[in-house]
């Protein structure tokens, strides 16, 4: 359609159309950047495990994008103290005690653009056809116990797997390739206090409770701006892998112009100094989680 600018000449009809139908296009500034390929983000299925204040987030950058389907496994449900850093719960899913994984599902699913299919229960009730289907793995989890059980699945399905931690002002996220040759997985480099934790749950509000079966239950200091910038992170590294795999699978290079994603080393966050840095990471020779693959 033609219009007139305020000086009274015809604008281009060409040129309007041109800018119509590029603002009419849901993924066109993505679309831009280059190595960028919708088709394959929207072709991907990824499995996420955590439907908490992370699990929110990396939800709702990958549903933004246009990936095209997820597993979100979650066996919790709504607390009220979730509520001041998770975009898709109500004040109505804390009263009717509502399960985090199907109300993320639900409202997430309003944009149209994603399948997520809720798996209400934990990382040993996700069935082996699932992770067949995955393109990548992800975890939002509050304990060391259930991200080395996913740790260990993805690599033995020869999936990657995107993990992140959480602490108050600190976060972190660490890639596992089982692609990659002698590319470390989380359980590496566990250390003593990482074993000792993996007894304990972390669930995020600060203090040690004690629990019904006589352990204690530690609750993490955490807000909506570290987790985002840490969901924002993972959800960068998984795209990352969708863009880039192919390519490396078939000549040892990562898409020039999406980069790397981060293994070898695990990126930290210290909010505190508005600093990242890199610990660097090997490969342990007797690392059964690793050095087990089919
Ligand atoms: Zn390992």
Redesign the pocket.
Known sequence: MGETKQNGDAVDDIGILGVESINQDLFDRQKRLKGWDQEKIRASTVLIVGAGATGNELVKNLVLMGLGKIYLVDYDTVDRSNLNRCVFFKEADVEQKRLKAEIVARNAMEFGRTQIVPIVGKIEDVKEDVYKECDATASCLDNMEARLQLNSFS?YYDIPFVDSGIDGWFGSIFCVVPQVKDC?????SMSSQDLDNMFKKFSCTGQEIAKEDGFTEMKMANIITTTSIIGALQAQQIVKILLGLDQYKKDGTWNENVGPPVYGKELRYDGTKNAFTFIEKT??PS?W???IKK
């Open positions: 690599y470390p997985c989380i359980q590496c490969k342990n690392c989680a690793c050095n």
